[in-house]
């Protein structure tokens, strides 16, 4: 299968972005933000149909939409007593938003299908190039706040006293998921960024306990994932985001009810 | 007072949202004092605690804290804030715990160097929590983890610790290990301790002096000055009752003990999991 470049493509783009979804996800599970990460893909669907409409390329209004909306997010911070909701109304407007796009711009719609679902198939060097940036951005960022991160993380209270400001970590790192988001909704379209962005890393985090190694874990995983999940979309034929969501699926139950020696002390 | 003291609170007023928490309010805490610090919910005692440490000014009058405002990141203080029951099903070591709070402010990756991790496990054992290092915080018991924050407060020598009711949600037993384990340490290393507790009796052997809050006021003495009829029913608002029976002493008002109260309005829900210990 390796004989054509549009595998040879998707491998390198799946890779990419496998790397940056596990590790971006780790700390969005860590966080229990996970659907936070959910919207921000919705709300780049919202911002790619948008930018089809004016005459804009989907990637950009994509980053666009997402980098505005995880900032908003991460600025408004506690102050949401109810987030979930919030996120919730949201998310289904921007979805509305990027109905209504269409229903503007009918031409757009088998473009709308690769962004929902994805299309990791037709990936040219152009988009491994944006791919490869936005991914070398999303890590640099996350390299650069990693250490306030986790202690804002584990223990807010505690880092607020040190001196960590919350607010402004808490922005940043919203900021790189959105990053990560739309670069993971050109591999599994904006539906499915869970199957990369979730699945791989709650999964590291239930059979590993250590940080490096559940980071290493999470982007392994991703990474296989997406590879196997490509491979079995080749032979049989079956739309590459279902098989890495599957993958991702069972690697998730398996890890999940996993038999634990925790009583063994 | 001879000596300088660590903290000292000169007509101060501490408000949040618009509410004086405290109101007025002025003491000295000596170096090397074991306060307990008591009153009703929502007296202030998170919120003198978060004063301390930089988060919360003074609106009114001065705050000084080692002689100085009070300024977020002071290494010299060690914080054990109220457990929240926060990311219950987290697999972190309590090494990496502990770690995640050292220079945890700086940018940039994570790393442990060789010394900090003999520190932690230093500290681990010097509150009897060694075995905690390799155990991840999900399979701890309430008990194991105030231990595991309690090692973490210690880290880096603090001089003043500020511990925001380290006995909750603990049983009995637990509570003693805790109180003698922090009295121990605080003795060796000449550590002034603000300790906040909902019930006095479990105290009455470790502290030196007691800090009763309450009704935007405050009380620093000795429990025999401090928890009298007269001070109290001026912090509860309320008339109060003093009963000392059989080494312990009940604050009483119209015949209810109010601590024991609050303590069971508190925790009437959401029990801890113990004695995962077979």
Known sequence: MFQYDFVINAFIAAGIVAVVSGVTGYFLVMRGQTFAGHALSHIGFAGATGAGLIGLSPLAGLVGFTLIAGIAMGMMGERLANRDVAIGVVLSLALGFGILFLYYYTSFATQATALLFGNVLAVDLAMIKALSALGAATLVLLALIMRPLIFATLQPELAEAKGVPLRFISTVFLALVALAVAACAQIVGVLMVFALMVGPAAAAQRLVNGLWSGLVLAAALAVAEAWLGITIAYHTDWPVSFCIALLSALVYFAAAFRPTARHAH | ?278
């Open chain 2, 1 to 278: 007072m001879t000596q300088h003291p660590i903290i000292s609170l000169d007509h101060a007023t501490v408000a949040i949202g618009g509410r004086a928490v405290l109101r007025d309010v002025s003491f000295a805490i000596a170096p090397g004092e074991f306060i307990g610090v008591l009153g009703p919910n929502g007296a202030g005692k998170t919120t003198l605690m978060r004063a301390l440490l930089g988060l919360v000014p003074a609106s009114v009058g001065t705050l000084r804290v080692f002689g100085a405002p009070p300024a977020r990141g002071n290494a010299a203080i060690g914080y054990l804030p109220q457990l929240r029951t926060v990311l219950p099903d987290l697999r972190v070591r309590g090494l990496d715990y502990i770690a995640s709070s050292l220079h945890g402010e700086r940018w940039g990756l994570p790393s442990l160097s060789a010394a900090d991790r003999d520190a932690i496990e230093h500290t681990l054992d010097a509150v009897g929590a060694a075995d905690l290092a390799r155990r991840p915080l999900s399979e701890m018991s309430g008990g194991e983890r105030q231990r595991l924050l309690l090692a973490q407060a210690l880290m880096g020598n603090p001089k003043l610790l500020l511990l925001d009711e380290p006995l909750i949600s603990l049983d009995a037993r637990h509570q003693e290990v805790v109180i003698g384990v922090v009295r121990r340490i605080a003795r060796e290393r000449g550590i002034t301790v603000l300790f906040s507790a909902h019930e006095l009796n479990q105290l009455l052997g470790a502290i030196d002096k007691v800090l009763y809050l309450g009704n935007s006021h405050a009380a620093l003495g000795t429990v025999d000055e401090v928890v009298t009829a007269p001070v109290l029913s001026t912090l509860y608002d309320t008339e109060i009752e003093v009963v000392r029976a059989a080494g312990h002493i009940f604050v009483m008002s119209r015949g209810r003990d109010v601590e024991r109260d609050a303590h069971m309005h508190d925790h009437g829900h959401g029990h801890e999991h113990h004695g995962h210990h077979h």
